[in-house]
């Protein structure tokens, strides 16, 4: 500090010097010129004070002597010469002076100005000083502060360190997890392989008592004699004895329907119960004719709902998925409960019969076979489940998809089933067998399916509706939208597609022609997720769908016009929609827990 100080008087006495040289230089002049005028304004008194004597002299001589006149005009001229140049030198001085004195006074205002830029720099200066000593213990505060964040980024550093040993240490300890996981995952993959085994045992042995029983029904049935009616066509064999031919024995009452039974094979003993009593069932994997739904052959009049007439909490939680059975009495319903709801249309209501367990993750689809007897949903646990309708039991778990599956549905034969799934693979499974047939990739995630009785068809995420032969296992063709398409549905005769994707609107495209017949759309319609259904109505003249406004929308296929839009009921996003093979009721689930029964009544 005492070293600044010095410095920077040893500045300000160099400044003073320096100033001393300039202005010295600069005035030096004018005093010179002034110190002479002083010596000739000394002259020219002593000078006047002479003349004035020797004036005083030659007036007294003159007085006392007249004889010298012209000496004396001669001096007198000569005085007067002297005196007129005096007096110019005199005037020409004065001038100089007037100037001086004006340079003088120019000099002292700078001066001054000089003095007071001094004093302001001084001022300044102390200012300066006084910015530096606080800019010092600024500084000496940064120096302290600086210190102590050194020692924290220390204390941080180590405390990374720490952190990131702590870090390996844990990201060991999570690989060890996972490993232990999948392991674990593993296991109870090959427990559910077991449970589901066992369960289909248990199936197994359930069908052979029921079988054994029949049998026996049969033949206990077949030692009774039967009674023959003229109209009957059974051909009566002649007892040995010698008994006429018109009579029969009644030990012996055996018809030609009769013997063609006693001619199956123990194989195929439900398909000769069948044909005894005359009927032949659809469903070839062991369908209840007791236990089935009749379907209904055709719809006598399809009624577009115009009403809500049951508003009802289906779920706890979304409800993704509906379908009415075929006999259009049951409702199901799938949620993201992981349940399969069973409802009972009665009387413009839906009065709750049972629920589906078994699935580990949300319901996705619902499909019911022909004759109403079992029901296949799919879930977002990689797998799809087959219940019996009759005692609402898990029969079959098919697991094989590495993703959730979107869709399965029943081929025509109800002894083969479809699914496809997130994992963009679709997949052939055989009933009987219990095992994947066929595996084929489809190259984008499958969000729905149909199937026709060669032909699958499925919609993709990446917009495109690929139509696959189940014998092939290759592409027939494929169709691009102009959106990703949610959902796909066949009239009933099979010969137009229903789809809708994401670019909000339902398209119908003819099997026959390869081509798209009809496009709707509507102001407000909104497909609501990559899963929202839609659906054709029984006759094909009408179809429905959800909006992600809650809204209800139906279009007639004849005029290509909205027919009309059932709203204010839905409070959130309408996620699928059904229409009863009767005609009557047209079923549809939302987001949230809700399920409405439309109807016209």
């Known amino acids: 500090m005492a070293e600044r100080r010095a410095d920077w008087k040893r500045h300000i006495s160099d400044q003073l010097k320096l100033r001393d040289r300039v202005q010295r230089h600069t005035f030096e002049e004018i005093v010179q010129q002034y110190n002479r005028l002083l010596e000739k304004s000394d002259l020219q008194a002593v000078l006047t004070e002479r003349y004035q004597t020797e004036k005083y002299d030659v007036q007294r001589g003159h007085e006392a002597s007249s004889l010298d006149s012209s000496r004396s005009d001669s001096l007198h001229q000569e005085m007067s010469q002297m005196r007129i140049r005096h007096q110019e030198e005199l005037t020409e001085l004065h001038k100089k002076r007037g100037e001086l004195a004006q340079t003088v006074i120019e000099l002292n205002n700078q001066i001054q100005q000089k003095d007071r830029e001094i004093q302001s720099n001084e001022a300044r200066m102390l200012e300066y000083q006084q910015q530096i000593a606080s800019l010092e213990g600024d500084c000496r505060d940064l120096r302290s502060n600086l210190q102590e964040l050194e020692m924290a980024n220390q204390t941080l550093k180590d405390e990374y360190d720490a952190l990131q040993i702590t870090f390996s240490a844990l990201e060991e300890k999570l690989r060890k997890t996972s490993e232990d996981n999948q392991e674990l995952v593993s296991r109870w993959m090959a427990e559910k392989a077991l449970e589901a085994n066992r369960l289909n045992a248990e199936n197994e042995k359930d069908t052979r008592r029921r079988q054994a029983k029949l049998q026996k029904d049969l033949a206990d049935a077949a030692k009774e004699p039967l009674p023959i ?78 009403t809500a007439l049951h508003v009802f909490e289906a779920h706890d939680g979304e409800v993704n998925t509906v379908r009415f059975s075929p006999g259009s009495r049951l409702l199901a319903t799938g949620g993201m409960d992981r349940r399969v709801k069973l409802w009972e249309v009665v009387s413009g209501r839906c009065e709750a019969k049972g629920a589906l367990t078994g699935s580990n993750a949300g319901i996705t689809s619902i499909e019911f076979d022909s004759s109403g007897s079992y029901l296949l949903a799919a879930s977002n646990d990689f797998a799809s ?41 679709l997949k052939l499974w055989d009933l009987r067998s219990k095992v994947c047939m066929k595996t084929v990739f489809a190259g984008s995630s499958c969000n729905d399916i149909v199937c026709t009785e060669q032909c699958v068809m499925s919609g993709h995420f990446d917009k495109k509706v690929r139509f696959w032969d189940i014998r092939a296992e290759s592409i027939v063709r494929e169709m691009e939208l102009l959106g990703r398409v949610t959902s796909l549905d066949l009239n009933h005769d099979r010969s137009e597609l229903l789809t809708c994707s994401r670019d909000d609107m339902l398209k119908i495209i003819d099997l026959r022609s390869n081509a ?86």
């Open 229 to 306: 009616e003229q109209d009957d066509d059974i051909e009566v064999l002649a007892e040995d004895g010698g008994k006429g031919a018109g009579e029969t024995s009644p030990n012996r009452p055996i018809g030609r329907t009769l013997r063609k039974t006693s001619q199956q094979p123990q194989g195929g003993l439900l398909d000769s119960i069948s044909n005894i009593f005359g009927r032949r069932s659809a469903n070839s994997f062991g369908t209840s004719p007791e236990t089935s739904e009749t379907p209904s052959g055709g719809c006598a009049e399809v009624r577009v709902p115009t």
């Open 385 to 425: 489940r087959i219940w019996t309708m009759d005692d609402y039991r898990l029969r079959h778990t098919l697991t094989g998809h590495s993703g959730k599956v979107l869709s399965a549905r029943f081929l025509l034969d109800n002894a083969r089933i479809v699914s496809g799934s997130y994992d963009r693979t």
């Open 516 to 601: 798209i017949r009809q496009t709707f759309s509507a102001q407000g319609f909104k497909c609501g997720a990559d899963w929202t259904r839609v659906t054709f109505s029984p006759d094909g003249s009408y179809v429905a769908g959800g909006s992600a406004d809650g809204a209800l929308y139906v279009w007639n296929v004849l005029t290509g016009k909205l027919d009309r839009t059932l709203d204010r009921n839905h409070s959130s996003a309408i996620n699928s929609v059904s229409w009863s093979p009767s005609g009557t009721y047209v079923a549809s689930v939302e987001k949230g827990s809700r399920a409405i029964l439309w109807s016209d009544m």
